[in-house]
């Protein structure tokens, strides 16, 4: 929660949990970074530099940095999942890059689809996998058979 208060917010003498947010100071920090809605990966590359600057500072950071950096972290972060949205990926892609990383070849795989032209087809995308084989290729490649359907 943030707190902000102005300069004739009192100070208590003890120190709180909760750090206090001088709006004018926070002001300043805003109307010098001017944060918006990131459109663009250079806009992305210059908050990041923002942010990198006060994560360095780390505990000598004020609140109001404090919270221009969560603020700019959330720009980032909502910014990223738009534009860095990962493409889903078919089943035989996944089945393709599995194989490739655990060295496999077609032939590999014929004990799962019961023969070289059925293997040949689901791998090329011209036959689907079925959820018997999803569960095979889940077990073979030690992962969930979603990856599969």
Do not use: C
């Not at 032939?107 to 569960?135: M, P």
Request: charged share 30%.
């Amino acid at each position: 929660m943030l707190n902000i208060t102005g300069t004739s917010g009192k100070r208590s003498a003890k120190r709180t949990a909760k750090r206090r947010v001088d709006a004018k100071k926070y002001g300043r920090l805003l109307s010098q970074h001017l944060p918006s809605i990131i459109e663009t990966e250079k806009e992305n590359r210059r908050v990041l530099a923002i942010v990198d600057d006060l994560m360095r500072k780390g505990k000598d950071r004020s609140p109001e940095e404090d919270s221009l950096l969560k603020l700019l972290s959330h720009l980032i972060q909502e910014f990223e999942q738009r534009f860095y949205q990962p493409a889903i990926a078919t089943p035989q892609e996944v089945l393709k890059e599995l194989m490739n990383a655990n060295g496999l070849k077609q032939s590999d795989l014929v004990s799962i689809f019961g023969s070289k032209g059925v293997t040949s087809e689901v791998i090329n995308g011209k036959r689907s996998i079925s959820k018997s084989q999803a569960k095979a290729l889940a077990k073979r490649f030690n992962t969930s058979t979603d990856v599969f359907l």
